[in-house]
């Protein structure tokens, strides 16, 4: 629901943190979620791996730093 919103005000957002969105969101939270599911619910002896964490540890600093530099868009625009 987020990201449709997003898309449909991408006019109101910045080039820039538009592109962020778009690369990062749905492959990082999408990863996340992922390792969570297979941690959490296994098919297997070994669900997570350490390639996988390693993954996400690379990935998360960009993932917050997209965070943060939402939170002021959506005050400003989603309220």
Do not use: C
């Not at 941690?39 to 002896?45: E, F, Q, T, Y």
């Not at 002021?72 to 989603?78: G, Q, R």
């Amino acid at each position: 629901m987020f990201a449709r919103d997003l898309e449909a005000k991408k006019g109101q957002t910045a080039t820039k943190l538009s592109e962020r969105f778009s690369a990062y969101w749905m492959p990082v939270s999408d990863q996340m979620r992922l390792a969570r599911n297979d941690a959490g619910h296994p098919v297997s002896v070994d669900p997570v791996t350490h390639e996988t964490v390693h993954s996400a540890l690379l990935l998360f600093p960009e993932f917050a730093s997209l965070v943060t530099d939402l939170k002021p868009w959506i005050s400003s625009t989603m309220a």
